[in-house]
C-alpha cells in the first residue's frame, strides 16, 4: 500500500508557463515532506521541504505548498525553464524517524 | 569530486551469484542509506546505518546485507543474486531528515 502517491507519471508545461506537481499522502503522522529532482544517470538532488506545521514554503522560483486537511501537497515552479525537466519525486517522513517514504516520481518536459 | 560515489555504476551476473555494491562518502555524514529504485516505484529503503555500529533493516531487507567499514563506507551484497533484484540501486547520506545526499546511482541487471 502506498504511502505516498504521485498519481501524474509525467507532465508536460511550455517554457515561462506555471509548472504543478502533486503528491497525496495517506499517513497521517507524516510531518515533513520533501520534493527531490533526478536528471537520467544521477541521484535525486535535495529541491525543497516543508514541516508539517507550516503551509507554505517558498525558494525562488519554487514553492511547496501542503494541505494537511486533504493530505495534499504540491510543487510549483514558476517559470518554468529548460533545466528543470527531470523526474521530480516527493518523500515524507514521521517524528524522529530518519527514514523518508517516496512517491513514485512524476516526469517533468519542459517544452521550448 | 563527488561527495557520494558509488561503485560499479553498472554491473551484469548471474543468478545465484554473490555481488558487492560499494559506497563511499566524503560529506563526513554519519548517516548512510541503500535504497533501490524499481519502473513506476518510488526509492525503497533497504538497510540504513545511524554510525558504524548502528545498522538497520528497511523496508525491503531481504535477500540483502550491508557492511560499514567506516564511516565513509557503507557497501550493499547480494548474497545469491535473484533476477527480481535486477533494478537500480542508490547510496545515500545525511546529517538531518531535512536532506540525504545522493551517489549517482549503480544499474544492476541479473540474467
Redesign the interface.
Known amino acids: 500500500d502506498q504511502q505516498v502517491k504521485q498519481n501524474s507519471p509525467s507532465l508536460s508545461v511550455q517554457e515561462g508557463r506555471i509548472s504543478i506537481l502533486n503528491c497525496d499522502y495517506t499517513n497521517s503522522m507524516f510531518d515533513y515532506f520533501l520534493w527531490y529532482k533526478k536528471y537520467p544517470a544521477e541521484g535525486p538532488t535535495f529541491l525543497i521541504s516543508i514541516s508539517s506545521i507550516k503551509d507554505k514554503n517558498e525558494d525562488g522560483r519554487f514553492t511547496v505548498f501542503l494541505n494537511k486537511s486533504a493530505k495534499h501537497l504540491s510543487l510549483h515552479i514558476v517559470p518554468s525553464q529548460p533545466g528543470d525537466s527531470a523526474v521530480y519525486f516527493c518523500a515524507a517522513s514521521a517524528g524522529s524517524n530518519y527514514q523518508l517514504i517516496w512517491g513514485a516520481g512524476t516526469k517533468l518536459i519542459i517544452k521550448p | 569530486d563527488a561527495d557520494?560515489t558509488q561503485t560499479p555504476r553498472n554491473r551484469i551476473t548471474k543468478t545465484g551469484k554473490r555481488i558487492m555494491l560499494e559506497c563511499s562518502q566524503t560529506k563526513g555524514h554519519d548517516?548512510m542509506y541503500w535504497y533501490r529504485q524499481d519502473p513506476?516505484?518510488?526509492?525503497?529503503?533497504i538497510y540504513?546505518s545511524?554510525d558504524v555500529k548502528d545498522i538497520n533493516k528497511?523496508?525491503i531487507s531481504d535477500g540483502y546485507s550491508v557492511s560499514r567499514q567506516a564511516q565513509a563506507k557503507f557497501s550493499l551484497s547480494l548474497e545469491s543474486a535473484i533476477p527480481n533484484q535486477t533494478a537500480l540501486y542508490?547510496c545515500?547520506t545525511?546529517d538531518s531528515?531535512?536532506?540525504?545526499?545522493?551517489?549517482?546511482?549503480t544499474r544492476l541487471l541479473v540474467l
Open positions: 557520494v548517516r513506476g516505484l518510488g526509492l525503497r529503503l540504513y545511524f528497511g523496508e542508490f545515500a545525511g531528515k531535512e536532506t540525504q545526499y545522493f551517489g549517482p546511482g
